[in-house]
């Protein structure tokens, strides 16, 4: 290298002398790098190929060209928008509309919405009852995002806490290793008022968790509420290598109604500060931004500011904190509930993995898979980036008011192709048979009992299928490329439609593929 270099230095003085100070100081600037290879282009032409200098430029471009071909061939960073909501519910029903908390307005629309809610009403009779059918909640959601092309990809319940994550139709089929569990927290871990509920996925091949959790209440059990949150991250666990617990996945979002209150500030200050809209005066006090400075896992979380008014506790139906008064037991009155930020949304980005001399010494395995989990990190980057963090003032109907974070996920996909191409063949009703073909683009763990589902364009969860198919049951002829799976008339909906076919992979419990929207006539 030194030795073109010197060639370079040479020749470029006898037939130009055009490369200025400035010039060089410059190399960055893409003017600057035609004009080397400029430069370039006249050395080669005074470079006698006989001379050992000729094979070492040639290498020296091969690896140039090398290194501008890996950078060209890599998939550009994709942005995607999460809308993310934790609400406190008070076990009322919910509102008529929710297009205000939802952002439907907005000129920017979300790919994700991820929908944390605590204190659904769980009474003996409602709770069997949606245990069948939807609650009341989830079908609010679904019948008001359906329309506008979202799905229900997954939720979790207990008891009172439920959190669900819709996701856009296009994304569905990059959505895989869906798992979702529970933790109870509440009287001696037997009782599932208070806990945790998460759902955890694979986007576009990216591993995400999002945990909502109910902690314990009151002032003086922020200490308690930091041992529940432990307890939660620590007994939750996934049957997947790459992230069998929380903390293992690339980003984890933490939301729901922590229950973490303002300490030592009177009720005359903090309503004081609430009314100036100084809210940083609280934060010092905020129980949860204190123990983040000093407890190790909260550490690795974070929070944008907390500029919007604190979201508890407020008289039903109005805008006004807490101003009854409470009977307690022996007839005496309680003091009003001080205003706090119990209901919170933050995130984690697992940090690139250093291994430790002990790992090196002990652990040649955990070695490796550190080593692979970094340049897995490296070739596909993720950030996250805040755009909103505020609380909704129109939702009256709780004690608690919603808070919405809104963020901007950018990623390279590790994969961008779906792993089976679904279609219709030929002309669909219920006057006759018909056949799908699907054809497998990548290797996926097929089994038995995978199954085809036809959908209503506009559906809006998988269990809203009009019929169903198992794949290797109604297989009728196959090739190495294509495979044809026969539908029986009867199962064809008579009044006909616009319909999409889903294909559901059970090992990988997601759909892998969606066919274009196609026309069923009417019978």
């Known amino acids: 290298m030194d030795e073109i270099s010197q060639l370079f230095s040479t020749v470029g003085r006898v037939r130009s002398d055009s490369l200025s100070t400035d010039a060089?100081?410059?190399?960055?600037?893409?003017?600057?790098?035609?004009?080397?290879?400029s430069q370039l282009m006249t050395c080669v032409d005074d470079l006698d190929p006989t001379n050992k200098l000729h094979e070492k430029m040639v290498k020296t471009l091969d690896n140039a060209f090398l290194v501008c071909a890996k950078k060209a061939n890599k998939p550009r960073k994709e942005s995607f928008r999460l809308h993310i909501v934790t609400w406190n519910v008070a076990s009322v029903d919910p509102p008529e509309d929710v297009t205000s908390l939802l952002h439907l307005n907005s000129p920017k629309t979300a790919d994700l919405y991820i929908i944390g809610l605590q204190e659904v009403y769980s009474g003996p009779v409602r709770f069997m009852s949606d245990m069948i059918f939807d609650d009341p909640w989830?079908?609010?959601?679904?019948?008001?995002?359906?329309?506008?092309?979202?799905?229900?990809?997954?939720?979790?319940?207990?008891?009172?806490?439920?959190?669900?994550?819709?996701?856009?139709?296009?994304?569905?089929?990059?959505?895989?290793d869906i798992q979702a569990k529970y933790t109870r927290t509440g009287i001696f871990g037997y009782w599932g008022n208070k806990g945790g509920v998460s759902v955890r996925l694979s986007f576009y091949g990216h591993m995400i968790c999002f945990l909502n959790c109910h902690l314990a209440a009151h002032m003086n059990y922020a200490t308690e509420r930091v041992d529940e949150f432990e307890y939660i991250v620590d007994t939750q666990t996934f049957d997947c290598k790459k992230a069998p617990r929380i903390l293992d996945h690339r980003l984890v979002f933490w939301l729901g109604d922590l229950n973490f209150r303002i300490q030592d500030h009177g009720m005359h200050f903090v309503r004081s500060c609430i009314n100036n809209q100084t809210y940083n005066l609280l934060w010092s006090n905020d129980q949860l931004i204190m123990l983040r400075k000093k407890e190790e896992l909260l550490q690795e979380f974070e929070e944008g500011p907390l500029n919007f008014q604190p979201t508890y506790k407020f008289d039903l139906n109005s805008d006004t904190?807490?101003?009854?008064?409470?009977?307690?037991?022996?007839?005496?009155?309680?003091?009003k509930r001080k205003p706090a930020w119990t209901d919170r949304i933050l995130w984690h980005v697992r940090p690139k993995a250093l291994p430790s001399d002990e790992q090196e010494e002990n652990s040649f395995g955990l070695n490796q898979k550190t080593i692979k989990q970094q340049d897995e990190d490296d070739e596909y980057p993720l950030k996250v980036r805040q755009d909103l963090y505020t609380s909704n003032m129109e939702c009256s109907i709780s004690d608690h008011k919603p808070v919405i974070g809104i963020f901007t996920l950018k990623l390279r996909k590790m994969y961008s192709t779906p792993l089976v191409h679904l279609q219709a063949e030929g002309d669909w009703s219920a006057d006759i048979d018909a056949i799908i073909l699907y054809s497998p683009l990548q290797p996926f763990p097929s089994s038995t009992w995978d199954w085809?589902?036809?959908?209503?364009?506009?559906?809006?969860?998988?269990?809203?299928?009009?019929?169903?198919?198992?794949?290797?049951?109604?297989?009728?002829?196959?090739?190495?490329?294509?495979?044809?799976?026969?539908?029986?008339?009867?199962?064809?909906?008579?009044?006909?439609?616009?319909?999409?076919?889903?294909?559901?992979?059970?090992?990988?419990?997601?759909?892998?593929?969606?066919?274009?929207?196609?026309?069923?006539?009417?019978?």
Not at 321 to 335: A, C, E, G, I, V
């Open 321 to 335: 904190y807490d101003s009854r008064l409470y009977r307690t037991w022996f007839d005496f009155n309680s003091k």
């Open 138 to 176: 989830s079908h609010l959601f679904m019948s008001t995002l359906a329309p506008l092309n979202y799905v229900k990809v997954s939720s979790m319940r207990m008891q009172g806490l439920l959190l669900l994550f819709f996701s856009k139709l296009e994304h569905v089929p990059f959505i895989r």
């Open 24 to 37: 060089t100081q410059s190399t960055g600037s893409k003017l600057a790098l035609r004009h080397r290879l």
């Open 452 to 523: 085809i589902g036809l959908y209503k364009v506009g559906f809006s969860s998988l269990s809203d299928c009009i019929t169903y198919i198992w794949v290797k049951d109604d297989e009728v002829a196959f090739n190495e490329e294509v495979i044809q799976v026969f539908v029986s008339k009867e199962d064809i909906p008579v009044r006909g439609g616009e319909c999409v076919l889903c294909y559901y992979c059970s090992t990988l419990r997601c759909v892998i593929g969606i066919s274009e929207p196609f026309k069923v006539l009417h019978s």
